[in-house]
């Protein structure tokens, strides 16, 4: 079955750094692929998606670009900032399909905490 | 802006109890899903449904039921709570069209079963 892969943490990084979170997913067909955020306390958020391949995915300065020769949807941004603390999730759609509606299926999460 | 909310944000309920877990979206999305969403485990699909009264099974259905009467509003159902579904259940909505859309997700409900 369909299934994603990510690096766990915590990934602990200094403001400014450069950032990768990496993902990977098994899937059959064409899958649409996304990264959600979840701030603490909160639900989760979309940050970005691509939904066909060599498709690249951004906003606020996260970006991610979906590869089918790799099976990757790696997340990156260039300088991380303390409020891009989170936890950030890959998924991807088309594992149950039922009337036109798409489960998804997610990572396990990456913690991603960015110190001063 | 699509706001998906859920009846309660923190709920403590004891073993055998039975548990409604309420989620309403002012979108008029067809879509409508159940996580829940463990430590370590991610978020795992429960039930979804595409339309009044349909519904379907995720990965993880045993010990849960749903309802779906009105489009708007998705009840996750705990028949006899038990302490192993003490966890962080999310609600989320989505138009139809096979995937290409994002799921908007409400803000959890905390279920503690002691």
């Known amino acids: 079955g369909n299934s994603v892969t990510q690096?766990?943490?915590?990934?602990?990084?200094s403001e400014e750094a450069f950032l990768t979170i990496n993902c990977t997913y098994t899937a059959t067909g064409y899958p649409s692929l996304f990264w959600y955020v979840q701030y603490p306390g909160e639900g989760l958020q979309l940050l970005l998606k691509a939904t066909k391949a060599d498709d690249k995915g951004s906003n606020k300065g996260f970006e991610a670009t979906y590869r089918k020769e790799t099976t990757s949807f790696h997340l990156e941004k260039g300088s991380v900032q303390v409020s891009d603390s989170a936890v950030y999730f890959c998924a991807l759609s088309g594992t149950y399909s039922g009337g036109g509606a798409d489960g998804l299926t997610f990572g396990k999460g990456t913690?991603?905490?960015?110190?001063p | 802006d699509v706001k998906v909310t859920q009846s309660s944000r923190y709920l403590v309920k004891r073993t055998g109890e039975k548990v409604f877990l309420e989620c309403v979206q002012d979108m008029d999305h067809e879509n409508m899903f159940w996580y829940r969403q463990d430590p370590g485990l991610g978020l795992r699909l429960i039930y979804f449904s595409y339309d009044v009264k349909m519904k379907e099974k995720g990965d993880i259905p045993e010990g849960y039921s749903v309802s779906r009467e009105k489009k708007e509003r998705f009840s996750l159902i705990l028949e006899s709570?038990?302490?192993n579904q003490t966890s962080m259940y999310l609600c989320a909505s989505s138009p139809p069209a096979g995937g290409i859309y994002e799921q908007y997700f409400g803000p959890g409900t905390r279920l503690t079963v002691t």
């Open chain 1, 7 to 13: 690096m766990e943490g915590p990934v602990t990084l």
């Open chain 1, 111 to 115: 913690h991603l905490i960015i110190q």
């Open chain 2, 81 to 83: 709570a038990s302490t």
